[in-house]
């Protein structure tokens, strides 16, 4: 998938060592929901917790957002041409993802425009030629999320620095949708 690399057509991506803190992000990335009609982004969520509230100021988290929880794959390949796959890049990709998790500021912008936020807990490889994503994806706009959740959601191909890796997503299962509360 395209949203381990720190940098990603723009998208500001922080590594979160969760295990260490001893906490889950989930209280952050649902701790804000937004209005249907909401379309620009609200005031920064302010969790309880010190550490939480900081991961949501330096995302600009929306005080209220729509929230989508589940699945996707993605192939890594090693040119723009997705010819041949990029075994070392697909396995780097994963471990980092398990090691460190990935939480995206403004996630494939190129396809939902700004304000998505993603976090990425879990890869597996379930194929030689792909990788299994566990997600959880905000966004103040609900039309943004219906997108994410839309099986008919075509996404270009995407470098990844980090991992000197082309990947092609493809849409994403959405397993689980919170509305605003």
């Known amino acids: 998938m395209a949203f381990s690399s720190l940098v990603r057509k723009g998208t500001r991506t922080v590594p979160l060592l969760l295990?260490?803190?001893?906490?889950?992000?989930g209280v952050a990335v649902v701790?804000?929901?937004a209005d249907a009609g909401t379309t620009t982004p609200a005031e920064p969520a302010a969790p309880r917790n010190p550490f939480l509230a900081e991961v949501a100021a330096q995302i600009d988290l929306p005080a209220r957002a729509w929230t989508a929880s589940g699945t996707h794959t993605?192939?890594?390949y090693t040119t723009e041409a997705a010819e041949?796959?990029?075994?070392e890049g697909m396995k780097a990709d994963c471990d980092n993802i398990n090691l460190n998790?990935?939480?995206a500021a403004d996630f494939r912008s190129d396809v939902f425009g700004p304000g998505v936020k993603g976090f990425?807990?879990?890869c597996r490889r379930i194929s030689p030629d792909s990788n299994k994503y566990w997600f959880t994806i905000s966004s103040a706009?609900?039309?943004q999320i219906d997108k994410l959740c839309d099986p008919h959601t075509r996404y270009p191909v995407v470098h990844d620095e980090q991992h000197d890796t082309y990947w092609i997503d493809?849409?994403?299962?959405c397993t689980r949708r919170a509305d605003p509360s």
Do not use: C
């Not at 295990?19 to 992000?25: E, Q």
């Not at 493809?170 to 299962?173: H, S």
């Open 74 to 76: 993605a192939r890594g």
């Open 101 to 103: 998790k990935k939480l």
């Open 170 to 173: 493809e849409p994403f299962t």
């Open 19 to 25: 295990a260490t803190a001893g906490i889950g992000i």
């Open 141 to 143: 706009d609900h039309a």
């Open 31 to 33: 701790a804000g929901m």
């Open 120 to 122: 990425f807990y879990k």
């Open 84 to 87: 041949t796959i990029s075994v």
